[in-house]
C-alpha cells in the first residue's frame, strides 16, 4: 500500500482477555517496527522485523507479549490476558521505499483495558 | 539508550522561527542525525535527516556543527499546526540493516499567536 495501515483504530478490552493489533506496512520494504505510546510518555521500542524473523524483540515487556509477521508483510502483535497497564497507542512503522532511512508511521491503534 | 538530550519544552511565536537544539556527543562516524515530529493524537512523521552537511527541505533545515555533537532543527517560519513534540534520533541510516530507534522523549513546541 502507499502507507502504513494499522487496525483497529481504537479497541476497548476487558481486563483478562486478549487481543490482536494488525499493521499493513508499505509494499516492498522488509523492515517493520512496532512501538507503544503510553497517555502522556515517549515511545517505546516493542519489537523489529526484517522480513519474517524478528532480530531485536528486546523491547516486548512481558511474555503476554508476542508479534509475528508472515510473507514479509502484514504483522500481527498479540497480548494476552491484557492488563490495565497495557493500555496504550501502539504503533507500527515501516522505512519509505527511497531507502534513506526515515520510517513512516501509522495512525496507531489505541488500546483500553478496562 | 537514547543518545540525545534535547530541552523538555519551548515555544515560538507564530511567524517566527523556531529553533530546536538537540546534543548527541556520543555520535558515531556512520550515525546521521534524523528529526521526526508528533502532532497530538497522530503518529510521528519523518521531518528531516544529514550526516554532516546542513541539510534543507520543504518542512525545515537541519544545521550539524562541525564536530557533529550538536545539531539544530529550523522552522523558519512557524505556525500553530507546528505545535508537537519535536524529536531528535541518531542512528546508522541510508542503505543499511535498520534497527531499534531511541525516540527519547523530545522537546515540546507550542507555538502561540
Known amino acids: 500500500g502507499a502507507g502504513v495501515s494499522q487496525s483497529p483504530s481504537n479497541k476497548v478490552t476487558e481486563k483478562g482477555k486478549d487481543v490482536e493489533l494488525r499493521c499493513d506496512p508499505i509494499s516492498g520494504h522488509t523492515a517493520l517496527y512496532w512501538y507503544r505510546q503510553s497517555l502522556g510518555q515517549g515511545l517505546e521500542f516493542l519489537i523489529y522485523f526484517q522480513g519474517n524473523s524478528a532480530p531485536d524483540k528486546s523491547g516486548l515487556p512481558s511474555d503476554r507479549f508476542s508479534a509475528e509477521r508472515t510473507g514479509g508483510s502484514v504483522s500481527t502483535l498479540t497480548i494476552q490476558r491484557t492488563q490495565q497497564e497495557d493500555s496504550a497507542v501502539y504503533l507500527c512503522?515501516?522505512?519509505?521505499?527511497?531507502?534513506?532511512?526515515?520510517?513512516?508511521f501509522g495512525e496507531g491503534s489505541r488500546l483500553t483495558v478496562l | 539508550d537514547a543518545k540525545t538530550t534535547q530541552p523538555p519544552s519551548m515555544d515560538c511565536a507564530e511567524g517566527r522561527a523556531a529553533n530546536l537544539p538537540c546534543n548527541h556527543s556520543t555520535i558515531s562516524g556512520n550515525e546521521y542525525v534524523y528529526w521526526y515530529r508528533q502532532i497530538h493524537s497522530q503518529g510521528p512523521q519523518y521531518i528531516i535527516h544529514g550526516l554532516k552537511n546542513n541539510e534543507t527541505n520543504e518542512m525545515a533545515s537541519l544545521i550539524i556543527t562541525e564536530d557533529r555533537k550538536s545539531s539544530t532543527l529550523i522552522l523558519p517560519h512557524a505556525t500553530l499546526r507546528d505545535t508537537a513534540v519535536y524529536y531528535c534520533i541518531v542512528r546508522v541510516g541510508v542503505g543499511s540493516t535498520l534497527g531499534r530507534l531511541y525516540f527519547g522523549r523530545g522537546t515540546q513546541l507550542t507555538v502561540w499567536p
Open positions: 512503522a515501516s522505512p519509505g521505499l527511497t531507502n534513506t532511512g526515515e520510517l513512516f
